[in-house]
């Protein structure tokens, strides 16, 4: 059974930085996608960041050029470091995962970051004061 172990995330003042880790066990496919995404209160869930067995990423408009998701195989964990936050960046933060031949990035990241999805974190809080 596939199990996602999220740390990171907490409170930081606008234009800081955060570094969250979703570290993937009990999976057996070499191909997935793993990625992030966000809902914060009265708002619809949105796709943040993935990445895929070949190192391929994708990001919402909304945290191109400020949010970075890399892979470390090694230790089977993404890290989705988080620079210039902002206050609409708030929100509960979800490590998501897909694995086997249908997962895929998702187009636009829509909602949520891979296709196929298997599993999903329990969330971790990321405050962003002004």
């Known amino acids: 059974q596939v199990q996602l172990a999220e740390s990171g995330g907490g409170s930081v003042q606008g234009g800081g930085s955060l570094r969250l880790s979703c570290a993937a066990s009990?999976?057996?496919?070499?191909?997935?996608?793993m990625g992030w995404f966000r809902q914060a209160p009265g708002k619809e869930r949105e796709g943040v960041a993935a990445i895929d067995n070949d190192g391929t990423t994708s990001y919402a408009d909304s945290v191109k050029g400020r949010f970075t998701i890399i892979k470390d195989e090694a230790k089977d964990t993404v890290y989705l470091q988080m620079n210039s936050l902002k206050p609409e960046d708030t929100a509960t933060y979800y490590c998501?995962?897909?694995?086997?031949?249908?997962?895929?990035?998702?187009?636009?990241?829509?909602?949520?970051?891979?296709?196929?999805?298997?599993?999903w974190g329990q969330g971790t809080l990321v405050t962003v004061s002004s």
């Open positions: 998501a995962a897909a694995f086997g031949p249908l997962a895929s990035i998702r187009k636009n990241l829509t909602a949520t970051p891979c296709n196929a999805l298997d599993t």
């Open positions: 009990g999976y057996s496919y070499s191909t997935y996608c």
